[in-house]
């Protein structure tokens, strides 16, 4: 497994032999680290939490140029076929997807899913978190939302070990809500704070997420850097 952080709630993910992108927002994002796309020899998959412009990103341009099947919504797919993109596996909150040794499971999350063009708002579905697993890894990609108590659920249902947790506030969990998710609602080994710093409104300080989580170590990685779980 090879886990990468790219910024804000950007990753690149090695998982049973799958290269995956998860809310690849490489082109506006201060945190990407420039020319790691030079270094992806593919993109067998681009998973997408929900359909705001900071999430789905380069996806279009990426899903064509390397081939990728884009798991997502059925409303952001639709939207995404009109931009070229031709391979999809699409779904939904409670469902799960299978590619050969990869699983995804979509879950719930708390926010919302739209994208604004010439003026109008175009509503995308639901918005979602993700969970991938290789039946001995199990990532938990919280996407962006609040703090529900149904953290328990996804906790019982895919037992993740990773967690990818929002904490910029503003637009997300804060360092408050996020620490509870993390010591009440979820048993995470090891936790990425994501979706902090990009801009100036995601004023969610993680040294502040750090020292109020009980349980799990929380991880500063760089971004363009694999992550270290030892």
Known sequence: MKLVWLGHSAFHIELAGKSILVDPFFAGNSKYPAQYEDSLKSVDVIALTHGHRDHIGDTARL??????????????????????????????????????????????AEHSSSIVEGGQIIPLG?????????????????????????????????????????????????PESAAIACNEFLELDYIVPIHWGTFGLLTGDPDVFAGLVKRGKVLRPEPGKPIDFK
Do not use: W
């Open 63 to 108: 899903a064509k140029k390397y081939g990728s099947v884009v798991a997502a919504q059925p409303e952001i797919c639709t939207y995404l076929g009109k931009s070229g993109v031709e391979k999809f596996q699409q779904m939904n909150i409670g469902g799960t997807v299978k590619i050969d040794g990869l699983s995804i499971s979509m879950v719930n």
């Open 126 to 174: 639901d918005p979602a978190g993700l969970v991938f697993r290789d039946g001995t890894n199990s990532i938990y990609h919280a996407g962006d939302t609040g703090l529900f108590s149904d953290m328990k659920l996804i906790e019982r249902l895919y037992s993740p070990k990773i967690g990818l947790i929002p904490m910029g506030d503003r637009f997300t969990m804060g």
